[in-house]
Structures are given as C-alpha cells and as structure tokens.
DNA sequence: ACAGCGATTGACT
DNA sequence: GTCAATCGCTGTA
C-alpha cells in the first residue's frame, strides 16, 4: 500500500498542525489512518504508518481513563489536544496515545497498529524478532519498535522528536473498517475502532 | 497503606 | 484455544 515518498525531505517538514488535533477524537482517530508516527532517537529514525486507532472518549465513555475525574495519570487526556499520552499497562507494555478533542473535553486516541516504513533494522532489533508482521502489529508491540517509553509522555507532537507526519500523496485511498474496540470490559457496545481495510499490518481483523 | 486489576503479549496445549 | 507475567495507578480505608 505505501509508495515511498520520492526524493524525501525532511519528515518533520510534514508534521501534523494543531488544528488536526482538534477536530473531535472520533475524528481524528479516522484521520490519523495512513499518517506516519515517527520516532528519532541516537539510535536512528523508525517511522510507520498507522493502520489501527481506537478512540477513547471523556465521562460518557465507560472504556476510557478518562471516564472518571482527573488523576495525575489521566490529566493529560483533559490537557491541550496534540500532545503524547503514554502510559505502562500490565506490568509490562506501554500504549502510545495521542490526545485529541474539542475543547474542554477529555479524549485521546490509542495507535494500536503500523505497518514498517523506516528503520526496520532497528525495530527488528528492539523487538528480537524478523518478520514485518511481528513488529508493530499490536500498541505494546509498535511502542517498544519505536522505543516510545515513560520518557515520550506528555510531549507536544510538534515540538519532539516524537511525531506525525502527513504522507498522504504517498498513499493510495483506502476503505476504514469501524468496530468495537479490544481488549477493554465495559463500553464494548460502542464501535470506536478504526483500521485500513484489506492492510495486513492490523492486531485483528 | 494496600488490594485489585488493567486500552497486552508470548508461550504453550 | 488458554493462561501467566509483572508493575504502578486508583479507589477505599
């Protein structure tokens, strides 16, 4: 599905304004599809594109962090939209989230899946595994490919090292499939799940 | 202060 | 398909 953008500039010259940010997290969460998360460390540049978002909405949305009142872990969720919310779940992983809602109201928007477009050396190293599809297929899979950690939350996508660029004219059109989301026990009747039809690069179709 | 548990993954049957 | 690993956030006390 992706063409390589020909004769490439600087990806951050393409980076996502603010105004992206605030258009609704529902909204952003189907537009951030095919868009190109990025992550430049001493290592080097991985980058993918994303193929799967899941959004997760304020007080009505029983599945969110943010259903409840402001936390010290959730308060970024309330904060300025275009910025990471990263946080460590099971002990194990870490899911990568970019905030997004109109103002005043808490929402941020889970990246669950990539498909490989830059460094995958590097990201075959940190994952110890090969093939494509064990990379970024997955949010605790893409955070530790792209080395996202405790240290990338709460950063503003465009100041950092951290963030998302728009490649869309390297990109075919494509169809979104709507679902409900994975993983979570109340809210599962509401379908705010995103990802890019027939793109192999998914957690689950 | 502490018990309960999660927006997951990988190993195993 | 099932299930354990593992840690820090949150609600309750």
Redo the contacts with the bound molecule.
């Keep these: 599905m992706v063409k390589k953008v020909k004769q490439q500039k600087n990806l951050k010259d393409y980076t996502l304004p603010y105004r992206f940010y605030n258009q609704g997290t529902e909204k952003v969460s189907r537009n951030l599809l095919g868009k190109l998360l990025v992550h430049k460390t001493t290592e080097g540049i991985t980058a993918g594109i994303i193929t799967e978002t ?1 959004a ?1 909405l304020g007080k009505d949305d029983p ?4 259903a ?2 402001k ?4 308060s970024i ?1 309330f904060d300025k939209s275009g910025k990471s919310y990263v946080y ?6 870490y ?1 990568f ?1 970019v905030v997004a809602h109109i103002k005043g109201i808490a929402g ?1 928007v ?1 990246i669950r899946s990539l498909e490989p477009y830059q460094g995958i050396k590097l990201m075959q190293k940190r ?1 110890k595994k090969n093939k494509l599809k ?1 990379l970024t297929t ?4 893409l955070t530790q490919a792209l080395k996202i950690t405790r240290s990338c939350n709460n950063l503003d996508l465009k100041k950092s090292s951290l963030y998302i660029a728009n490649i869309g004219f390297g990109i075919k059109s494509f169809k979104i499939i709507r679902t409900s ?5 109340n809210g599962k009747d509401k379908l705010l799940r995103f990802y890019i039809k027939d793109n192999q690069y998914v ?1 689950r179709k």
């Design positions: 899941e997760y599945a969110s962090h943010a409840r009142k936390t010290p872990r959730n969720m460590f779940i099971y002990g194990n992983h899911c989230n941020a889970l994952r064990d997955g949010p605790g899979k989301r994975i993983g979570i026990k957690s």
